[in-house]
């Protein structure tokens, strides 16, 4: 167990210097581009974008070039050959405007388009790093609000399981599906990245843990196993139905999200019925065991840390015991002469490097935990962090139909001087405050919520640009890539409990592969419905029209209810045979799609 734990937590800190250094390259070239090519490209995405630049190139471009001002989609990019061509039709088309803060088609094909393989290789990188971002977000600040929100309330641990820990862990899902349904005609992004993630964990994590653990003969509570499953088919059932009719109303969709509500009921009920057996680790909910024992802490007395641990978690918290003065001894066993100082320099090395990725969320979200406290941060945030929504606020004002740009921004100011002032006033240096929690808890769950948003808006931006340049429809690369970049925590975390946990460890590992894709679907999917039907109020909001969520619905079931028979017929025991069928269905899925998309099927029309 310690040498899993160390070997998972070398490559964390290797990861977290990948990633950093990748932002401070990725950070110089956007720069310099932006200095030094600004009256020739507009890389940073305006939400409106200027008129002359438009006229320019339509004016300059060649008379064969049907460069069409204002049409819906980008799709015809796919007549030119010519990287120039391309260029000309990405910047005098809107229908090719990035929905993120960066036009990567423009960095691909007018910065990088005679040297594409620079602009894959930007492109990848950045895509590496808002999946660390929207993770690690995730891990370190929207799941500590939750986890100190769940002791203020006194939640128990099985209906925190349900509740604000399934929220936290699937957070990076459930963002990025709303972000798609708010984005124009990216709503099966959201879709197929929603049960994409949930057949990954559900086939290939539980079949990777049936497999590993075969041997030790592990079996697995029947009644919690059936409940999950069951109501795991029946939420896929009534999405069916609702992908079926092709729209969805206001009510339609609270009904849907309800349904949720009612799994933590019978989930409560049964808890209540098992109340006579007190450890947390026989709650076939208490997922956050899987982070602490994954992290090496042990302790069940209560909720643990949330979030997924591979991606960079507890990187924060290095940089608060540096900045605190508590830089440790040689981790390395070296003898002290000289060894602690080399130590020192690379530590401070290390910081300086990581400043870039964290200080921006570090100085805009409220943390009032005991080993992360910092009044310095502390007043700094909830003074920067009203400027952060207006900000935000402000790039929406051509949606919002509001041009007071001058007044919000010194209104959000005069707020933040405001709170800042209360907070030095009314703080220590030495320790967090004790009373009066729950607006700091509140302001830091808002301000971790902004930056999911900002994150997973330009993720999907980039998912949809990624679709363009490589051919494939965005729903695919929701499928698979989104898709796999949010459930690679769950892989990781899950089968590494369910090996170094012993029996518990294996239900607690099998019941978060349930539970976690029942929350991600329902809540993720149908607050992305509500959102979307409200915008639409009193009319219904069209489903996107995509024939391959049948497939995916379909598949998905199958390896349920393969599971479902299979393992009451082994007695409850995890053993390769379930989990290669788990496996093989899951595979035989990706060669249908695969046949699909490579095989002519138009992929490049509207989603």
Same mark, same amino acid.
């Given at each position: ?22 932002? #401070?390259?990725? /950070? ?5 581009? $932006? ?29 064969? /070039? ?14 030119? $050959? ?12 809107? %229908? ?37 971002? #929207? ?37 990076? +899902? ?15 992004? %959201? ?43 029946? @939420?896929?059932?009534?999405? =069916? ?17 309800? =349904? ?35 992290? %090496? ?90 400027? /952060? ?14 041009? %007071? ?84 925590? +769950? ?23 349930? @539970? ?29 029209? +995509? ?8 598949? =998905? ?49 509207? =989603?």
């Amino acid at each position: 167990m310690a040498r899993v734990v160390f070997s998972i937590t070398h490559f964390k800190k290797s990861f977290n210097l990948f990633t950093n250094i990748s932002f #401070l390259f990725l /950070l110089c070239f956007f720069l310099t581009i $932006h200095i030094y090519s600004a009256s020739n490209f507009n890389l940073l995405h305006q939400p409106k974008r200027s008129n002359s630049i438009i006229n320019i190139f339509s004016s300059s471009s060649s008379s064969s /070039l049907n460069l069409t001002d204002g049409i819906d989609n980008c799709s015809g990019i796919y007549q030119f $050959h010519d990287h120039q061509a391309k260029c000309e039709y990405v910047r005098s088309n809107r %229908g090719c405007g990035s929905r993120g803060y960066i036009d990567y088609l423009q960095l691909f094909y007018c910065i990088c388009g005679s040297n594409p393989f620079l602009g894959y290789s930007l492109l990848i990188l950045w895509l590496i790093l808002l999946f660390y971002l #929207l993770g690690n977000t995730a891990a370190n600040y929207f799941c500590s609000s939750l986890e100190s929100l769940s002791k203020i309330l006194k939640l128990s641990p099985t209906i925190a399981g349900v509740t604000l820990l399934s929220l936290g862990n699937g957070a990076p +899902d459930v963002f990025s599906s709303i972000v798609s349904f708010m984005g124009k005609g990216s709503g099966g992004v %959201g879709l197929n990245s929603i049960l994409g993630g949930a057949f990954f964990v559900s086939s290939i994590v539980v079949g990777i843990i049936s497999i590993s653990i075969s041997s030790r003969e592990i079996s697995v509570d029947k009644s919690s196993f059936i409940r999950d499953v069951l109501f795991f088919i029946l @939420a896929l059932c009534s999405l =069916l139905v609702i992908v079926v009719v092709g729209k969805i109303n206001i009510w339609g969709a609270i009904a849907f999200v309800s =349904l949720y509500f009612i799994y933590v009921l019978i989930v409560a009920t049964a808890h209540l019925c098992r109340k006579k057996d007190k450890e947390v680790s026989s709650s076939p909910f208490a997922v956050s065991s899987i982070t602490r024992i994954f992290l %090496g802490n042990e302790s069940t007395d209560e909720i643990g840390e949330f979030g997924t641990p591979l991606l960079g978690y507890g990187g924060d918290e290095k940089l608060v015991s540096i900045e605190k003065g508590g830089i440790n001894g040689n981790e390395d066993g070296d003898d002290q002469n000289g060894g602690i100082t080399s130590c020192e320099y690379f530590r401070c090395f290390l910081y300086v490097i990581e400043l870039p990725l964290y200080l921006p969320r570090r100085m805009t979200i409220p943390v009032v935990s005991e080993e992360r406290w910092s009044k310095s941060f502390a007043v700094i945030s909830v003074t920067l962090a009203p400027v /952060l929504l207006v900000a935000l606020w402000d790039s929406q004002r051509e949606n919002l139909g509001y041009n %007071g740009s001058l007044v919000i921004y010194l209104s959000g100011g005069l707020v933040g001087i405001v709170f800042g002032t209360i907070a030095f006033v009314t703080t220590k240096f030495s320790r967090p405050p004790k009373r009066c929690l729950l607006p700091w808890l509140v302001g830091g769950f808002l301000m971790s919520v902004t930056w999911s948003y900002i994150i997973a808006e330009e993720l999907v931006a980039l998912l949809i640009s990624l679709g363009i340049i490589f051919e494939i429809s965005p729903s695919i690369l929701g499928l698979t890539v989104l898709a796999w970049g949010n459930s690679l925590g +769950d892989l990781i975390a899950n089968v590494a409990m369910a090996m170094n946990g012993e029996q518990d460890g294996a239900q607690i590992a099998i019941s978060g592969c349930y @539970a976690g894709p029942i929350f991600n679907t329902i809540m993720g999917l149908g607050m992305s419905f509500v959102f979307s039907a409200w915008s639409q109020y009193p009319s219904s909001f069209d489903i996107p029209r +995509d024939t391959s969520l049948y497939e995916t619905i379909g598949f =998905l079931m199958a390896g349920l209810l393969w599971a479902l028979v299979i393992l009451p017929r082994k007695n409850m025991k995890l053993d390769r045979f379930l989990g290669g069928g788990l496996l093989a269905i899951y595979l035989c899925f990706l060669c249908v799609r695969l046949t699909q998309t490579l095989g002519g099927v138009p992929l490049h029309g509207p =989603l």
